[in-house]
Antibody
Framework: QVQLQQSGAELVRPGVSVKISCKGS????????MHWVKQSHAKSLEWIGV????????TYNQKFKGKATMTVDKSSSTAYMELAGLTSEDSAIYYC???????????WGQGTSVTVSS | QIVLTQSPALMSASPGEKVTMTCSAS?????MFWYQQKPRSSPKPWIY???NLASGVPARFSGSGSGTSYSLTISIMEAEDAATYYC?????????FGIGTKLELK
């Protein structure tokens, strides 16, 4: 069965970076692009961007350019997202979600909670 | 970017009641997607391409709309339908979501 397994919760200091992972299994990883979505109480769901798991090229929401960097490791079927220069505004749950084209985001990871606090 | 406005933000329904929630787009979109989310869980795909039910979604759900106006309807409310429903557009980047309609059981 298709699964997206995300890395565990992070508690980080302001100003540092954090890298979240999302490992796909149960399907051919490179057949589907991967989205990243932020969920916070203040802003509900926000689309961060999408990365081609085959080519590695990414498209970002302008709002998250400079904040988020998406990468993939095809050999391990894992997508990564690094968040830089963290502030309290970045405290949220971050999801990876598979792009199934016409079917939308058809599988979601369990979410990774990022808490930025000194 | 396309702004999606969902209404109402909060609603309650009794079992057996018909429920309708709407999603209004600031510009015309080709299709609408809907996701269901329950507390402490990830969003689940619910309706794709405006009116198609995702796998496992009960037939009491339906979606409709075009242009800037879309809706999700539950013909007969059941307890398990209590959740937050988000609409999402894929017509232009950045992809955007509505703020959600929280449906509670009365």
């Amino acid at each position: 069965q298709v699964q997206l397994q995300q890395s565990g919760a992070e508690l980080v200091r302001p100003g540092v970076s954090v890298k979240i992972s999302c490992k796909g299994s149960g399907y051919t990883f490179t057949d589907y692009a991967m989205h990243w979505v932020k969920q916070s109480h203040a802003k509900s769901l926000e689309w961060i961007g999408v990365i081609s798991t085959y080519y590695g090229d990414a498209t970002y929401n302008q709002k998250f350019k400079g904040k988020a960097t998406m990468t993939v490791d095809k050999s391990s079927s894992t997508a990564y997202m690094e968040l830089a220069g963290l502030t309290s505004e970045d405290s949220a749950i971050y999801y990876c979600a598979r792009d199934s084209r016409d079917y939308g985001m058809d599988y979601w990871g369990q979410g990774t909670s990022v808490t930025v606090s000194s | 970017q396309i702004v999606l406005t969902q209404s109402p933000a909060l609603m309650s329904a009794s079992p057996g009641e018909k429920v309708t929630m709407t999603c209004s787009a600031s510009s015309s979109v080709s299709y609408m997607f809907w996701y269901q989310q329950k507390p402490r869980s990830s969003p689940k795909p619910w309706i794709y391409l405006t009116s198609n039910l995702a796998s496992g979604v009960p037939a009491r759900f339906s979606g409709s709309g075009s242009g800037t106006s879309y809706s999700l309807t539950i013909s007969i409310m059941e307890a398990e339908d209590a959740a937050t429903y988000y609409c999402q557009q894929w017509s232009s980047k950045p992809l955007t979501f509505g703020i959600g309609t929280k449906l509670e059981l009365k």
